[in-house]
Each structure stands twice: as C-alpha cells, then as structure tokens.
C-alpha cells in the first residue's frame, strides 16, 4: 500500500530562520507527482509547492523549496524566513496513478515572535 | 479563494440522520474527489468522479454515496449518521482526469458535527 509518513508532529521555528519539514513515502511507481499543502486555522488547504518524480531539480516556490530524494523516497520542505503567517498544519501528498491523493498525518508548525 | 464552492459550511445534526453536502467545481473542471478529515483518521480520500462518472474508489463507508450531475457539481450523502462520522469533509476539483499532471484545488469544506 501506498503511505505517507510524516514524523514530526510538531515543530517550532523562530520568526526569520529556517525549518525543515520532513515527508517519507513508500511506492513502487516510478511516475508520481508529491505535493506540500498547507492547512490554516482557516481550514482552507493551500497549495504551497508540487515536484514531479521524473525532475531532478528540486522545485523552489519562493521562500519554500523542497528536498527531494527519490531512491531514497523522502521528501522535505524547507521554509526560509519563516514569517507568522506560515504558522499551519502542513501536510505531504503523494499522488500515484490513481490519481487521488495520498495524505500523511500532517505537522503543526508553530512560528514564534 | 480556490474557486471551489462547499455547502453548507457547517451542519449539526443527530446520530441517525441524513445529510447532503454540496460541491460546485472550479469552471471548466471535470474532476471532482471527495475527502473527509477527521481527528484520528487524518485526510482520508473517499471518492473521485470524472465528467459524470465514479472514477475512483476510497474508503467510503456503504452508508454513504456521491454523484456528479451534469452541471458537474457534485453531492455527497450521508445517511444513518453515527457520532464517528463527525469531521470536515472536503470536495476538490482538478482539470484533468489524469491529475498527476494537475493540481487539486481544495474548497473550504463542510464542517460535520454528529450529536
């Protein structure tokens, strides 16, 4: 079966430094799209930053950019100057041929003043 | 604002009832999945139509069923409701039937409350 692993329930980041959310995903696709979402208080979810499995380059949104591993199936974001607007749930997505998304547990970033 | 339209926003009702939960795609959009987000479940995907048609199949419960019209808007029922069923419950919509390709574009979610 296809799963998500988010390991950090929770992190906390100091206003302008940097974090690092960690995502591990287990397929046997070799053609896959993953995706970082992030859940406000709101409840709204919101795209932040997609990477196709067949790019190397890692892709890069602004301030978010991501880690991608592929062999060794891992996943990371990374948020640069992190403002208090970034404080959210933030979820991994995998998404594999059948087209639904694959969501892991979610990590609760807190962004302190 | 993503373009996708939840109704209602919130619904409370008892255990037993039955409930339906309305979804309006972004305009042009064929594809239309529906999750629920629950506490300990976390974002479970239930089910996908494309142009009119199931597509795919998640964990949804027998108790509940969805279509899409041919307005492609799309309604999820949920009958002989139980406490568990509590949760927020999402509809998104992409373009494309292979959504790899194509981002999802969440709505705001309907925020279910079983007493």
């Known amino acids: 079966a296809q799963t998500v692993t988010q390991s950090q329930p929770e992190m906390s980041v100091q206003e302008a430094e940097t974090v690092t959310l960690s995502c591990t995903y287990d397929?046997?696709?070799?053609?896959?799209?993953l995706f970082w979402y992030k859940q406000p208080p709101s409840r709204q979810m919101i795209l932040v930053i997609r990477q196709e499995a067949y790019k190397q380059q890692n892709a890069t949104e602004n301030r978010f950019s991501v880690n991608f591993q592929k062999a060794a199936k891992s996943f990371s974001l990374k948020i640069s100057d992190s403002q208090l607007g970034d404080a959210a749930m933030y979820f991994c997505a995998y998404r594999p041929y059948g087209n639904k998304l694959v969501f892991g547990a979610g990590t609760i970033l807190r962004v302190k003043s | 604002d993503s373009g996708v339209t939840q109704t209602p926003k919130h619904l409370i009702t008892a255990t037993g009832q039955r409930v339906t939960l309305r979804c309006s795609p972004r305009?042009?959009?064929?594809?239309v999945y529906w999750y629920q987000q629950s506490l300990d479940q976390g974002l479970q995907f239930l089910i996908q139509?494309?142009?009119?048609?199931?597509?795919a199949k998640g964990n949804i419960l027998e108790r509940f069923s969805a279509q899409q019209f041919p307005d492609l808007h799309s309604e999820l029922n949920l009958s002989s409701l139980e406490l568990g069923d509590s949760a927020l419950y999402f509809c998104a919509s992409s373009s494309s039937r292979d959504t790899r390709t194509t981002e999802a574009f969440f709505g705001q979610g309907t925020r279910l409350t079983v007493v």
């Open positions: 139509y494309y142009n009119g048609e199931e597509r």
């Open positions: 305009s042009g959009d064929l594809s």
């Open positions: 397929t046997s696709e070799s053609d896959y799209y």
